[in-house]
């Protein structure tokens, strides 16, 4: 895993730590040597890296200060990473927070967990350090500004509000809390009423053309929408053999 570590300068490093935004990142990682290479090439780009190698070491340093995004093992000692991206997901406080999980657990099933639970990237071992930083930047850059298009846009339909700016979703005039994924899901969606999205123009548009994508991670987040906008769940309509598309009949 180290070997994939490409060697720089000094003043490479400098250069683009000079020219890269500095966020805070915190990285949990309980194994020392993908610790060590996670931290260092985030660290080359810019990023404020603080490290820590369990769940509960984890949670406890987001309470002090909050990260800018957290890069997250699955397989942690004491508390795993699943237990750890709900906990923060349930938190009014923390559920902003994005989170890229990082585990060698790479079957279909384990992403699907992953999404379920409310990740915003799912990378897995071994990696890239490359796609590894393109990743990270990719989650810091939507979430930092996922509605620059229409801030200040609000789509009716039916009984749904969304505000776009406001990352806001309504049901009747009861607010709906969505995960990141969720929300973009259902904008995506909701913007074009009647037009048929492929399962896989739908990740494209919410997560970009290199997401490892399969049928069932999508299906995952529409029938988490389905089920926390209740009555409005009906607005979203499966058309067998191709995706799914939002009724023009709201």
């Keep these: 895993m180290l070997e994939a570590v490409q060697t720089t300068g000094v003043a490479e490093r400098e250069t683009g ?11 949990v990682e309980d194994e020392d040597d993908i610790q060590e290479l996670v931290k260092y090439n985030l660290e080359r780009e810019g990023y404020r890296v603080t490290a820590v190698g369990t769940g509960e070491a984890a949670l406890q340093e987001v309470a002090r200060r909050q990260p800018d995004l ?16 709900k906990r923060l997901k349930a938190d009014p406080e923390t559920k902003g927070i994005p989170v890229a999980m990082l585990t060698a657990k790479g079957e279909e099933p384990d992403i699907v967990t992953g999404l379920e639970v409310g990740a915003d990237e799912y990378i897995t071992k071994p990696f890239s350090p490359r796609v590894l930083v393109a990743r990270i930047r990719a989650v810091l850059r939507r979430c930092a500004s996922p509605d620059t298009d229409g ?22 005039g009861r607010p709906v809390s969505l995960t990141y994924t969720e929300f973009r899901v259902l904008h995506v969606l909701a913007q ?21 994508v399969t049928d069932r991670s999508v299906d995952v987040q529409i029938v988490g929408l389905r089920r926390k906008l209740g009555s409005c769940g009906r607005y979203i309509e499966t058309v067998r053999g191709v995706g799914y598309r939002f009724r023009t009949d709201t």
């Design 17 to 27: 730590a000079e020219t890269m935004a500095r966020e805070a990142i915190l990285l």
């Design 70 to 85: 957290i890069v997250l093992d699955l397989m942690l000692p004491d508390l795993d990473g699943l237990t750890v991206c």
């Design 151 to 172: 801030a200040e846009t609000v789509l009716r339909r039916g009984d749904l509000m969304i505000n776009v700016g406001r990352h806001e979703v309504r049901v009747q």
């Design 192 to 212: 074009r009423p009647g037009v048929v999205f492929s399962r896989y123009q739908i990740v494209d548009a919410v997560r970009g053309e290199d997401y490892p």
